[in-house]
């Protein structure tokens, strides 16, 4: 008996009462924190990996343990934590100092603990690359009168993006998967959305599949994208065999 059978395909409809347009939307809602938290991370990386080369000892320290609990603590437990009890102590600090709490939009709150998550990871990926730039190129620079933001800009940036792509190449993928675990606190990603139309309908097999297409979709996307920029930033380094 022919597949389709058993399935019905009316249900992805983009209008009612296909839910097409619902997964869709909770699709864009999963890319939008995915790239914001992606990126509150790279900068969070980018300050952690020069504050643990190139900052003082309570600096360095410091960022060790911010790196070494967000490593420990898996990362669905951060986001409980992050999600109730952060929202919680920021309008705790404004009431004490006078101000009424806020309410805090999912899309907002969702970014920040990505972006925390994304950022400890970042960091150690970041460092890692920076210090596999030769250091005679360094000192070359330094030899030649170049101010330190002249040779990060001209030396330390292009040299260590070869070393750093593709970590973080793989950071934004699991960014992109991460952003399923906001379910548990009732984000409307796609993976929330996904459930309450399988639950609603009894497809779980259609709406599963579904979503896990849109997931392979994005990587694949990326995936191109990822390959664009690596090699543009390998131009003028040796093939690797």
């Known amino acids: 008996m022919a597949?389709?059978?058993?399935?019905?395909w009316s249900l992805l409809s983009l209008s009612a009462p296909g839910w097409g347009g619902v997964l869709l939307q909770g699709f864009l809602h999963s890319i939008q924190i995915a790239i914001g938290g992606y990126a509150l991370g790279l900068l969070l990386g980018i300050g952690g990996a020069f504050g643990k080369l190139y900052g003082g000892p309570v600096l360095r320290d410091l960022l060790e343990c911010y790196t070494t609990?967000?490593?420990?603590?898996?990362?669905?437990?951060?986001?409980?934590?992050l999600y109730y009890a952060g929202t919680d102590?920021?309008?705790?600090?404004?009431?004490?100092?006078?101000?009424?709490?806020?309410?805090?939009?999912?899309?907002?709150?969702?970014?920040?603990v990505i972006g925390v998550v994304q950022g400890a990871y970042s960091t150690e990926v970041l460092r890692g690359a920076i210090k596999a730039v030769p250091a005679g190129q360094i000192e070359a620079?330094?030899?030649?009168?170049?101010?330190?933001?002249?040779?990060?800009?001209?030396?330390?940036?292009?040299?260590?993006?070869?070393?750093a792509i593709p970590g973080l190449?793989?950071?934004?993928?699991?960014?992109?998967?991460d952003t399923a675990l906001l379910a548990v606190v009732g984000f409307s990603e796609l993976t929330l959305v996904t459930r309450q139309a399988a639950?609603?309908?009894?497809?779980?097999?259609?709406?599963?599949?579904?979503?896990?297409?849109?997931?392979?979709?994005?990587?694949?996307?990326?995936?191109?994208?990822?390959?664009?920029?690596?090699?543009?930033a390998r131009r003028g380094f040796a093939e690797q065999r």
């Open 3 to 8: 597949a389709d059978t058993f399935i019905n």
């Open 69 to 81: 609990i967000v490593r420990a603590v898996p990362e669905l437990v951060l986001i409980l934590l």
């Open 89 to 112: 102590l920021l309008n705790q600090l404004l009431g004490a100092v006078g101000f009424g709490s806020i309410d805090i939009s999912g899309l907002v709150a969702g970014i920040f």
């Open 141 to 163: 620079a330094r030899a030649y009168g170049m101010s330190p933001v002249k040779v990060l800009r001209r030396i330390t940036l292009p040299a260590m993006l070869p070393y």
């Open 169 to 177: 190449a793989n950071l934004w993928l699991i960014a992109t998967k």
């Open 199 to 232: 639950g609603a309908t009894k497809a779980y097999f259609l709406f599963f599949c579904a979503a896990g297409a849109l997931y392979l979709a994005l990587t694949l996307v990326s995936n191109v994208f990822i390959g664009m920029i690596e090699r543009h």
